[in-house]
Every structure is written in structure tokens, then in C-alpha cells.
């Protein structure tokens, strides 16, 4: 029976950040996870030419979280375009108008407000748990137009339908990051090489430090005796005849780091294994209203499709003409070329929700989503310019938990479990602080320190768990 130091399930940015973490610090190490590709819900995938990022579209790290990691690592994560404007559309004139005419910030109050962040300690961020952002920032400013910046950045970069309830705790840690890292209040780059390459390169470093890294295995179940991890059981995503079941190869370990979120966690650790509370926290949190949502398209075009203030804009509406909904688009090829093939284009949109819907709805919204394309893109979201567009539900699995009041911080499951010797959950759907991938990655040395028994002295000015 092989013998591992961890055993990592899910090669997604948490679980590769923890494989190559730990394959660098010398511990035997298995990385597995049941799709083909690496990247999990960021995984960019080839198609008809072009590529496509099913979930990674911008990183939000000002330096001290994935960037660090690769810096670890002895790699380099290089920060590429960074979007230049940021229109958004406004459904009472009907027209795309630059961002700075609808936030009339006075400036000197907007400086205040960020003093006042960056002066509080990390931990005081946590007492903001329960409460919307809106309730930390009227304590300190009256000013609308630093209230609605600061919300409009929390809408862009969280996606819920409603912009006034974000949580003030899970926000304003980002903001602190980024207002001390890069001086600005949101900081975000494509990844050069693309989100396929960032991974591509923790793997490398998984197998260069003597690892291994397996896709299409499935983790059927963490075997757990007595109240400690013993073991995992393995089972290939090919099956050799039609019928095959229960064929598994059993590996032995007495570590292992889970990165699955909340949604599927329980169905490779066993209920029973856990103490009921912290099972009950999880099924809060994995509950389908919880869930952030959207319908989107990808369309590839000869013109370019974009608002005309920038090819590498980021366009955000509240609204949109016949769905309601509020979104984002951007032009994927404007902020890397090689994302299409030479002389055309690839759009990608969302229009989001929050909690799953009924089907006859869903179908509803992309009729409408269609037309609210067509209006606010008269000129390029045309059958002339458009190659191809292709239709896609974010849902199963969706971008992540809504960051609410409630809902985050301390809320969330601990990411060490409790009662159980050697199982981690290193996800951003447990406890974590960030965004997306780079979230998942902080929540990842999180978890590597846990396993190691300390804090890497490399890693003592970047926050995390
Ligand atoms: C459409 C979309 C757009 C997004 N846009 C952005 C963005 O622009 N920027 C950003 O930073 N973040 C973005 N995110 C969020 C980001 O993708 C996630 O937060 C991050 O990728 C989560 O990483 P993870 O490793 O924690 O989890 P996951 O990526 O979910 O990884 C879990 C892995 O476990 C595997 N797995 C599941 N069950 C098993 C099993 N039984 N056995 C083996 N393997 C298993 C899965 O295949 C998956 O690879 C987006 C997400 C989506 C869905």
C-alpha cells in the first residue's frame, strides 16, 4: 500500500498551493483530484482555438498571497494587465458612462477613511463579522460618495444582487490588503501565461520536489478510525468495463488536507466522522440560497466587443435593460491575445444572481440577457461580428459562498477539524479571508503552517489564518 506524509484532494488553486508548499518542504505528497484538468473552478480549458477561463478572469493579489507562494517556490508569478476603466452602464440613461461621474468622492474624506483601515489591526476586523459594510463606514465618514465606492468595489468584486449587504469583516480585510500593498482600493491582474500556466507551474513544482500530482482519480471517501485520518480511498474517473464500482486503491496516510468546498465536502468525509455543530455549519453555508450565481456568455467575434473606453476594460452594470440584473464583461482577448486565435476575439460576460433557480427561469434570463447584450452592445453583440457565442450556467459549482454578514469570518467552518488527528480544510468556502484563487492559496498556507507545526518566517508579513 503506497504512504504518503499528506494527501491533498483537489488540484485547484488551494489544493496546489498546499502540494507545492509542502512537496518544498520536504513531506511525501499526493495531490489528487477527479477532473482532467488542472485549476478546479479556475480552470482555463482549450476550445475551437480559443481559451477559455471557466472561472479565473482577474487575481486579486496586491503581492503578499499567491505571489509569495510562487516567490516561495522559486517561481514567478507575473503580474500582466491590469484593467484601464471601468464604464458602467446606466439603465435610467440608458448609456455607458465612465466610473468617476457616478462616485463624486471627496477626496480628503476618502483619505481619512483608508487612514482609519489601515490603523486598525487585522484581528479587530474579525468584531465585523455579523454586520454590513455599510455599518463599519458610517462610523466613520457621512459621505456618500466614500460610502457607495467603497460598496461599489465590494459589488464588483463579490457579485451579489444586493450591493447595500455586504459583509463590512470579509471587505474591508481585502481593502486593508490592498490599500497597504498597492495603495489603491482594489488591485487585480490577469496572471501572465495565462490561468492554465499559474497552475501548470504549482504542478511542475509538486513533481520537481519528488511529488505526485493525479487527475481523473476521485476521493471516494477519507478514511478515518478512531477519531484520526488513517488513510484515503482512491478510485480512477475511467472506468475500465461500463459497470465498474467500488474498485478503489486505498493509500495510506495520518494527514489529509481536503480543499473541497462546502457544497461537496460531505460527500468524501462521512458525517459520522465529525462532531454534529461543525456539520451543521458546513450544511449552512452549502445551502443553494447561499450560493453566487450567473448565466454568461462566451462569444467569439471579429470586432472586438467592448464599450470603447479600453480594449482591457472591466464594465460593470446594476442593472441591465430587460433581465434586471446586475453583471459584469470584459473583453478576454483585450487583456491577453492568446486567448483567441490571431484576428479575433473572445468576449465573456456574467449576469448574476444568488441561489439557484428554477430552470424555466434560468432560461428566461438568458433570452433576456441576450437582448440586454444587444442594447447595451448595438455595434459588435450583432449575428455579422459573431463567430460563435456559447451559453453557460455558473451554479454546479458556483463562484462561491456570498460573502453576507453572517456568513464569513468566524462563521465559517474552522479550517482545522475539530476531533478529528491529521483533517485540514483548506478551501475558501471554510475559514479564509480574500478572494477567489488568491483567497483559496492563503487558505492553503493556512493549512501547510498547520501541518508543519508552525509559521514560515517567509510568510510573516502576508496575512493569513
Ligand atoms: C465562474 C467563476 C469565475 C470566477 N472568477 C474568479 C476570478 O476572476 N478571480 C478569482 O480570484 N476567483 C474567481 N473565482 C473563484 C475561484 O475560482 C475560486 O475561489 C477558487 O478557484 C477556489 O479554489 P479551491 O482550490 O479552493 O477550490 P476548487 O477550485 O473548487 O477546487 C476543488 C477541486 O476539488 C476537485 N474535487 C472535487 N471533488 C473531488 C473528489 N471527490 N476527489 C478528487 N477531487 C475532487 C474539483 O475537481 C476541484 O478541482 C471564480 C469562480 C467561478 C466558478
Not at 265 to 292: G, N
Request: hydrophobic share 40%; aromatic share 12%; with cysteine.
Amino acid at each position: 500500500m503506497a504512504k504518503y506524509d499528506v494527501v491533498i484532494i483537489g488540484a485547484g488553486a488551494a489544493g496546489l498551493t498546499a502540494g507545492a508548499l509542502l512537496a518544498k518542504l520536504g513531506k511525501k505528497v499526493l495531490v489528487v483530484d477527479r477532473d482532467e484538468y488542472l485549476g478546479g473552478r479556475a480552470m482555463a480549458i482549450p476550445h475551437e482555438g480559443y481559451r477559455l477561463n471557466l472561472g479565473g478572469h482577474l487575481l486579486e493579489d496586491s503581492g503578499s498571497g499567491i505571489t509569495k507562494v510562487f516567490e516561495f517556490l522559486g517561481k514567478k508569478l507575473e503580474h500582466g494587465t491590469v484593467n484601464q476603466g471601468l464604464p458602467f452602464w446606466d439603465n435610467q440613461l440608458g448609456k455607458w458612462r465612465p466610473i468617476q461621474e457616478r462616485y463624486q468622492v471627496d477626496k480628503g474624506e476618502l483619505k481619512k477613511v483608508i487612514t482609519i483601515l489601515c490603523d486598525t489591526e487585522f484581528g479587530q476586523l474579525d468584531q465585523w463579522d455579523h454586520a454590513p459594510l455599510r455599518h463599519w463606514l458610517l462610523q466613520h465618514t457621512q459621505s456618500e460618495g466614500v460610502i457607495e465606492l467603497f460598496e461599489y468595489v465590494a459589488m464588483a468584486e463579490c457579485l451579489t444582487e444586493h450591493w447595500y449587504d455586504h459583509s463590512a469583516s470579509d471587505n474591508l480585510y481585502v481593502r486593508k490588503m490592498h490599500y497597504q500593498e498597492k495603495r489603491t482600493a482594489g488591485y487585480s491582474f490577469w496572471p501572465v501565461g495565462g490561468w492554465d500556466g499559474l497552475f501548470q507551474t504549482l504542478a511542475d513544482s509538486v513533481v520537481e520536489n519528488g511529488c505526485e500530482v493525479r487527475l481523473r482519480t476521485q476521493a471516494q471517501r477519507v478514511i478515518i478510525e478512531r477519531g484520526r485520518v488513517v488513510g484515503v480511498a482512491l478510485e480512477s474517473v475511467d472506468k475500465a468495463i461500463p459497470t465498474e464500482a467500488f474498485n478503489y486503491e486505498i493509500v495510506e496516510t495520518e494527514c489529509v488536507i481536503s480543499t473541497l468546498p462546502v457544497w461537496n465536502v460531505l460527500s468524501v468525509v462521512r458525517e459520522q466522522d465529525l462532531p454534529d455543530w461543525y456539520v451543521a455549519q458546513i450544511k449552512t453555508l452549502a445551502q443553494d440560497h447561499f450560493k453566487v450565481c450567473w448565466l454568461g456568455f462566451y462569444v467569439a467575434t471579429h470586432e472586438p466587443i467592448y464599450t470603447g473606453t479600453h480594449l482591457t476594460e472591466l464594465a460593470v452594470w446594476f442593472e441591465a435593460p430587460h433581465s434586471r440584473l446586475p453583471g459584469w464583461a470584459f473583453l478576454t482577448s483585450g487583456v491577453d491575445p492568446s486567448t483567441a486565435p490571431e484576428g479575433c476575439h473572445l468576449f465573456n460576460c456574467g449576469f448574476a444572481f444568488q441561489g439557484l433557480r428554477p430552470r424555466e427561469w434560468i432560461e428566461q434570463k438568458f433570452e433576456e440577457a441576450e437582448r440586454d447584450l444587444a442594447v447595451m452592445y448595438p455595434k459588435t453583440f450583432t449575428p455579422k461580428n459573431i463567430i460563435w457565442k456559447r451559453r453557460h450556467l455558473v451554479g454546479h459549482p458556483p463562484f462561491g459562498v456570498i460573502q453576507k454578514p453572517c456568513l464569513v469570518g468566524r462563521y465559517r467552518p474552522d479550517y482545522v477539524v475539530p476531533n478529528v488527528d491529521g483533517l485540514l480544510m483548506a478551501s475558501e468556502t471554510f475559514r479564509s479571508r480574500g478572494i477567489g484563487v488568491d483567497r483559496a492559496a492563503r487558505a492553503a498556507l493556512t493549512c501547510v503552517e498547520q501541518v508543519i507545526g508552525h509559521r514560515l518566517p517567509e510568510f510573516k508579513d502576508s496575512w493569513h489564518y
